[in-house]
């Protein structure tokens, strides 16, 4: 690499085009195999920690739900970089975006079983949180098409082809719709860490 520092677009470019040619020779060296001498170092300040997830987390979780949470959080910045800084795309992009959808959607079923209760359906909850204020018949909505969503994900119930089913605007959505979930919570019961 010829620059440490990127300042302009020119320089962004120039080295996305070395480092694009850089990791093309190791793919054609080491095909699908296996070699600790190509692995290439994740970039540091991308995955937030999973301290910042907890602190934004409502009050009256148990640590142990606190910290999973917090760390399938984790998960989805290394997913988010996969889709927002490579050009995957197609049914492998389609997979991912799969995956995290149907990660924050068990995020927000772990948190909504966690403030109605543990044996109630998924759509039990979101009736009694939205009786009691957490959020808005829209979000009420969001939610139940999110878990719908996640629900039909079992391969072996599939009814047609899932590549198509998961976009980014699918995630942006749910993404949008764990966001007002999050805040509504800590709206009614304060945050996990103040």
Partial sequence: MTNFVIENDEQLIATVNEINCSLAAIQNYCRIDKNELARIKFPRGFLRTAFFHRKKMPAGLDALLLHNISYSLMTLDVIRWLVIRT??????????????????AEVMDALLKNYCGKNKSFDKCVGQLKLDGVFDDNCAGDLIDVWRLRSSVHLWEASGLEHDKFTPAVY??????????????????????T
């Fill in 87 to 104: 050009d995957i795309s197609g049914a492998a992009q389609s997979m991912i975006i799969k995956r995290a959808v149907t990660t924050l």
């Fill in 172 to 193: 942006n959505k749910t993404a949008i719709t764990y966001d007002t979930l999050i805040k509504g919570l800590v709206h009614r019961y304060g945050n996990a860490i």
